[in-house]
């Protein structure tokens, strides 16, 4: 079974539109961690957020807003007044302590997110 | 941030012949580095994990006579892809932990830029 699944495989917004990117993840564990990189056409991957399992507060970060909701296994993310160099391909990430001390990044698939001036 | 580089970031082979691929962590000592393939418009897939000193461990499906992975030191590890094939062009990124900047048990990662493997 899929552990992290990112539903959306590609979005187009015009510019200063909000979207918000859905990610849904499967675990057995209590404690685990989500993340959200960004990887842009240069192919490099840039952390976004960690999100421990324990920690369900939203957080914000200028045009970024998370929403973790463990009641739905969900961990999705908002840009809000989206601009054309957020057009990216976003991923989310699960790492879970079964994984041991390798801390290994489960991906989704990415959403292709592609913002029209 | 921590950083990890990766070096070529792009490399064209000829079918047959080998590459080799490193990654560095630059300003922190790496136990732990893990190896990821990209192929276009498609996840990351874990390919093994590099620990220093001892053999990497491979995810089931990887070749490890293919794939070659050293860890000879705590700042480098290396990825040889033997006997490139058409079918082995792909995107390769490492990602290394820092143990002392991230703590134990976070599970956040430091990624390479990445390298492009093209053989014809």
């Known amino acids: 079974a899929q552990k992290v699944t990112q539903a959306q495989t590609e979005i187009s917004v015009v510019e200063k539109e909000d979207v918000t990117l859905d990610c849904v993840y499967e675990?057995?564990?209590?404690?685990?961690?989500l993340f959200w990189y960004k990887q842009p056409p240069s192919g490099e991957l840039v952390f976004l957020i960690r999100?421990?399992?324990?920690?369900?507060q939203n957080e914000i970060s200028g045009r970024y807003s998370w929403n973790f909701q463990k009641s739905t296994s969900s961990f999705n993310f908002t840009i809000t007044a989206s601009q054309v160099v957020d057009s990216a391909v976003y991923f989310c990430?699960?790492?879970?302590?079964?994984?041991?001390?390798?801390?290994?990044?489960?991906f989704g698939k990415g959403t292709l997110l592609t913002v029209n001036p | 941030g921590a950083v990890v580089s990766q070096h070529p970031s792009w490399v064209i082979c000829k079918s047959g012949t080998s590459v080799k691929i490193e990654c560095r962590s630059l300003?922190?000592?790496?136990?732990?580095m893990f190896w990821y393939r990209q192929f276009p418009k498609q996840s990351l897939m874990l390919m093994a994990t590099?620990?220093?000193?001892?053999?990497?461990?491979?995810e089931q499906g990887v070749e490890k006579d293919k794939f070659l992975i050293n860890h000879a030191s705590l700042t480098l590890s290396t990825l040889t892809v033997t006997s490139a094939h058409p079918e082995d062009s792909s995107f390769y990124i490492c990602?290394?932990?820092?143990?002392?900047?991230?703590?134990?048990?976070?599970?956040?990662?430091?990624f390479g830029e990445g390298s492009r493997l093209t053989v014809l």
């Open positions: 590099s620990n220093e000193g001892s053999k990497a461990t491979y």
């Open positions: 300003d922190f000592q790496a136990t732990t």
């Open positions: 990430a699960l790492s879970e302590e079964s994984g041991g001390s390798n801390y290994k990044l489960t």
């Open positions: 999100r421990n399992s324990f920690d369900e």
């Open positions: 990602s290394a932990r820092d143990p002392l900047r991230t703590g134990a048990n976070t599970g956040e990662l430091f």
């Open positions: 675990t057995r564990d209590t404690t685990y961690y």
